[in-house]
């Protein structure tokens, strides 16, 4: 696989040292000895990731409707905000599922972003949104500046090479006194172990990936080295919620609340749906008992823009 240059020896984020901790997928991973974020050590080029993406179709189901248009996200929408008819930018926020839930609640008009043609596809026929951009994420950079109330980036800086362009583009393009919401998989997580099927393919993946034996891949996962939600080709980055506040801490401009949500979360977790009373009975273990050892396995950054 083409790999582009390999990266700093410095976290982008905090600035701690990157070191290596093992392989996944034949690629090297590095985490930061500071906020413990990890990345690759070399990234595919940029023409590989669009190529990967085409075709993607994460969540295009029109099934999913009735799980964004809920009363629960209607009040958590209706609360970021008191402006009527607000602007909000979805970004690459699963097949446009959120831009067409805060029009249909009546809050305003919705952009949806994507990089992947077939979900922005999607969203234009089945969807019927008007304002679609197929394209990067630096198509960001073409929006006029202090466009948007609500901005909400769901799972997407893990997959990008250069989050901080994005995290950067995207304040910019928010109004004063707008709320821009940051979701990405909490990098120190340990919500998974109570899905064991997800545990036992993370720990496959690393045996494989490393020659390591079954004890050594649950060591590894059970400690800070475990890098929840990296995935590379998908996934090149398992990031914490420190390292984002520490990034944008000095920032005047705005103010930053962390917290994180657990899988079964209505609002941050809508497609996770708990049928059969032993996915109900391991959704509560997750939530109530390992939760709280080191945060659910959704990090959440709320991003709020300084009036005047």
């Not at 996915?279 to 109530?288: C, D």
Request: hydrophobic fraction near 35%.
């Amino acid at each position: 696989m083409k790999r582009t240059k390999e990266i700093s020896q410095s976290c982008i984020f905090c600035e701690g040292e990157l070191l290596p901790i093992y392989h996944l997928n034949n690629f090297e991973i590095v985490q930061c000895q500071n906020c413990l974020s990890s990345t690759v050590s070399s990234y595919p080029d940029e023409s590989v990731l669009q190529s990967f993406y085409s075709g993607f179709k994460f969540q295009t189901d029109r099934k999913h409707l009735s799980r964004i248009t809920t009363p629960a996200i209607k009040k958590w929408m209706q609360s970021l905000n008191s402006t009527k008819h607000a602007r909000m930018l979805d970004i690459g926020g699963g097949a446009g599922f959120f831009a067409y839930a805060f029009e249909y609640f009546g809050l305003g008009n919705s952009t949806y972003i994507d990089l992947d043609t077939s979900a922005c596809a999607f969203a234009q026929n089945e969807l019927n949104l008007k304002n679609v951009t197929c394209g990067d994420v630096k198509e960001l950079s073409k929006h006029s500046p202090n466009s948007y109330d609500f901005i909400y980036c769901r799972h997407v800086i893990e997959h990008l090479i250069h989050p901080l362009e994005m995290i950067e583009a995207s304040i910019t393009l928010l109004k004063p006194g707008g709320t821009y919401i940051l979701q990405f998989p909490n990098a120190l997580s340990l919500e998974y172990l109570a899905y064991p099927e997800r545990l036992k393919h993370f720990i496959k993946n690393l045996q494989t990936s490393n020659g390591f034996s079954f004890t050594k891949a649950l060591r590894i996962h059970l400690s800070k080295q475990n890098a929840f939600g990296i995935d590379p080709i998908r996934h090149l980055w398992a990031i914490t919620p420190q390292a984002i506040g520490d990034y944008l801490n000095n920032r005047k401009d705005i103010s930053i609340e962390t917290k994180t949500a657990s899988v079964s979360d209505a609002i941050y977790s809508p497609y996770t749906v708990s049928s059969t009373l032993l996915e109900k009975l391991r959704a509560i273990v997750g939530r109530s008992l390992i939760s709280p050892i080191r945060g659910g396995a959704h990090a959440v950054i709320i991003i709020r823009k300084q009036k005047g």
